[in-house]
């Protein structure tokens, strides 16, 4: 259990806690309901609530609430009417809904009627009117009015939707020709949406005949649905067209269709062979053509020809953007293969012009040539040079990952090379880099093998005692929703009015207004890089600590955890990395929730826990945590900590294959992870290895170092 907090909340209004209070008891059990994403039996539950319960203002809000999700759309429209005594956020939120609904069933008198007395309609609700207008005949001030909504494309509206309807306003004002128009522009302009296939029925049914775009306008589509990142889809939108006799037109062309199959990941040598007949012509992307056709090259397995394209690409445009880069991965993979002459390749990049003008790849390349130094040492002399390589590196950067490492490294070089006095110190000089961090974490080890006591794992001290501090009062409809289960709504609410909270208190104040309502994701993004977190969890700095580590979700994550035989700290170090604890994060990948999990993985997950899934579940926190908990159990058992989370991130496959590549006899965990071939993944490892590390030690701050043991060595299981 988390020590209690020191600092005492003392609330002075007590309007937010009333309004709560004031919902029946009988809506908790409810409210929990909506909050494990069961919809339909919170609805039938709440209607069998005696008439009285059922009478009072915030039970119908949220019957209203629920009978629009779960499609009864005319007892929502009847749940929703009345309503005064509410908070008047939720007043206004009940009446716009219940215009919304109005018109989609064809009520537009009613609807309309609601609209014309809300101040400040929404662009949905102006939407709305928009097409209220259709509906009754007003054929001129619809198409104006839809055009207008249409146009302005706002963020909470389909203006999708809104131009199908002006093609239709169009169509019954007589209009055809613009209404063809309005659904071949919808068509080209807007593939990536679901119901872009209605553009061209309706089309069709317009004109009897398919749209025949032309081929520039078809490359314009395709690059919309890679930009969607719908790179399959864009694939495909290009087949069949033969090659232009336009020599730009061409570039264009196989640049598209080049990049969309490079960036679908599975196909890689076609990618290269299409970007390489790009490159060849003459274009504003022809040398950003050659760069990703070295890509694709070396992404199908065919480094050495990877090498010789970067270096073509270097001969061929040694000024431009691509070549640092094109330069340093041709040392790299060098490197990699074990050639004599990678060093001397990185040793000319990190010394050229080329390297000053990237400061990013002039550090990865010092770093190649320290570890690669390291690796090849077999005498005190060589490890001693690898250790000034080290040192020199960490001096390029301030982050973390960039002093920490090469200051943990230069530690293991001194060690090999036979200097324990400044092994020693440099492993203590690692450990105070960051608190806890990965680096951090391996020297502590380091230092207790050679037989030497850590210390505190803080540089500075805690400060002082925990002072007295007022909380907020939370906004009476925040409360409301709270109590309602509407918890999304809640934070939405409550950001809308974070600058209103700003002007009322300070960071300390703000920060705990999130937590208390369950908004991890902003709490934590308040206090991640706050000063406290450099010093122990202890008295004033304990607030910041819990905002930017919170236990999110903390019901639903230590049932999934104690049913998977997991710590739930495990969980949330991956939860902070994945989604910032956010719910409703949505990955270009179509990962998802707390733990970004992808439908296809959860669906194989829940089959095995023989529950029947859908992809809506994985924004339930309380789903998400369940089957994220079972997938992360197969993980940890199938390779331990820390290397569960590479295989989180890359697959168990990736994993495993790399260990067989280090042998039976294995190798040591630091060097495996420096060797993971994904920047990703090796990162990955790190960071949420280190937010782990955070979270174990908070379980006891009075403890010092968080009881994690890290293997020495890894190996193939």
């Known amino acids: 259990m988390r020590a209690c907090v020191l600092t005492i909340l003392v609330v002075l209004s007590v309007t937010s806690a009333a309004r709560a209070q004031e919902v029946p008891d009988a809506i908790r059990p409810i409210a929990a309901m909506v909050r494990r994403g069961d919809e339909a039996g919170a609805l039938a539950a709440l209607r069998a609530l005696p008439e009285e319960t059922r009478a009072h203002p915030a039970v119908r809000y949220l019957e209203g609430r629920l009978a629009e999700r779960t499609g009864a759309l005319d007892a929502a429209i009847d749940?929703?009417?009345?309503?005064?005594?509410?908070?008047?956020?939720?007043?206004?939120?009940?009446?716009?809904?219940?215009?919304?609904l109005l018109a989609r069933r064809g009520r537009c008198d009613e609807a309309e009627a609601l609209l014309a007395a809300l101040e400040r309609p929404d662009a949905i609700e102006r939407a709305v009117?928009?097409?209220c207008a259709l509906v009754r005949g007003d054929l001129a001030g619809a198409e104006a009015q839809l055009a207008r909504e249409a146009s302005a494309d706002e963020r909470d509206v389909d203006a999708f939707a809104l131009r199908m309807a002006l093609a239709e306003a169009q169509l019954r004002a007589g209009h055809r020709d613009r209404a063809?128009?309005?659904?071949?522009?919808?068509?080209?302009?807007?593939?990536?949406?679901p119901d872009a296939?209605?553009?061209?029925?309706?089309?069709?049914?317009?004109?009897?005949?398919?749209?025949?775009?032309?081929?520039?306008?078809?490359?314009?589509?395709?690059?919309?649905l890679s930009r969607a990142l719908l790179h399959d889809d864009a694939v495909r939108a290009l087949e069949g067209i033969a090659r232009p006799r336009d020599r730009a037109l061409a570039a264009r062309l196989l640049h598209v269709r080049g990049m969309a199959l490079f960036q679908s990941r599975h196909a890689y040598a076609e990618a290269a062979d299409v970007l390489t007949q790009a490159a060849a012509l003459p274009?504003?992307?022809a040398v950003a053509d050659a760069f990703h056709a070295a890509r694709a090259r070396s992404r199908a397995g065919d480094d050495a020809g990877a090498i010789r394209a970067y270096r073509a690409l270097v001969r061929r445009a040694p000024q431009s953007d691509q070549a640092a880069e094109a330069e340093y991965l041709a040392a790299w993979l060098e490197l990699r293969l074990g050639r004599r002459t990678g060093a001397r390749a990185m040793e000319r990049f990190v010394s050229g012009p080329r390297a000053a003008r990237a400061p990013r790849l002039?550090?990865?390349?010092?770093?190649?040539?320290?570890?690669?130094?390291?690796?090849r040492a077999r005498d005190r002399r060589a490890y001693l040079r690898a250790a000034a390589r080290f040192e020199a590196y960490a001096r390029m950067d301030a982050d973390v990952l960039v002093r920490g490492r090469g200051t943990y490294w230069r530690a293991r070089a001194l060690a090999e090379g036979g200097d324990r006095a400044g092994a020693i110190a440099a492993y203590r000089q690692a450990l105070h880099v960051e608190p806890l961090h990965w680096y951090a974490l391996l020297a502590r080890q380091r230092l207790i093998a050679l037989g030497e006591e850590p210390g505190s794992p803080f540089a500075r001290e805690a400060r002082g005692d925990a002072t007295e501090t007022t909380a907020l009062a939370l906004p009476a409809e925040v409360s409301l929703l709270l109590a309602l289960g509407l918890d999304r709504d809640a934070r939405e609410r409550l950001r809308s009015e974070e600058r209103a909270l700003r002007a009322q208190g300070d960071l300390r104040q703000v920060a705990d207004a999130f937590v208390r309502i369950g908004d991890a994701n902003r709490a934590y993004r308040l206090t991640a890089q706050h000063e406290s977190l450099a010093r122990p969890a202890l008295r004033g700095e304990r607030w910041a600590w819990e905002a930017a580590y919170p236990r999110a979700f903390e019901s639903a994550v230590s049932e999934a955890a104690r049913a998977q035989r997991l710590e739930p700290e495990l969980l949330w170090g991956i939860m902070r990395q994945e989604s910032a604890y956010d719910p409703d994060a949505l990955s270009y990948a179509d990962a998802i929730g707390l733990l970004q999990m992808l439908p296809s993985t959860a669906s194989r997950v829940a089959r095995g826990l023989g529950v029947r899934f859908e992809r809506e579940m994985l924004f339930v926190p309380e789903w998400n945590a369940r089957l994220g908990?079972?997938?992360?159990r197969g993980l940890v058992d199938a390779h331990g900590v820390p290397l569960c989370f590479a295989a989180f991130n890359a697959g168990g496959h990736r994993v495993q294959e790399w260990l067989e590549r280090a042998g039976a006899r294995g190798v040591e965990l630091d060097l495996f992870v420096e060797e993971i071939p994904f920047d990703q993944t090796r990162n990955y490892v790190r960071r949420v290895t280190t937010h782990y590390a955070h979270y174990l030690y908070l379980r006891d701050p009075s403890r010092g170092w968080p009881a994690i043991e890290l293997p020495e060595r890894v190996a193939p299981r």
């Open 79 to 100: 749940a929703l009417t009345g309503g005064d005594t509410l908070p008047p956020a939720i007043l206004r939120d009940a009446r716009g809904r219940r215009a919304r």
């Open 129 to 131: 009117r928009a097409e």
């Open 180 to 193: 063809r128009d309005t659904l071949r522009a919808l068509w080209l302009e807007r593939p990536e949406h």
């Open 197 to 224: 296939p209605r553009a061209e029925e309706a089309y069709v049914a317009i004109t009897g005949s398919t749209i025949e775009p032309s081929v520039e306008e078809r490359v314009d589509r395709a690059e919309r």
């Open 283 to 285: 274009g504003p992307t």
């Open 362 to 375: 002039a550090r990865e390349g010092a770093w190649q040539l320290a570890i690669d130094a390291f690796r």
């Open 629 to 632: 908990a079972a997938y992360v």
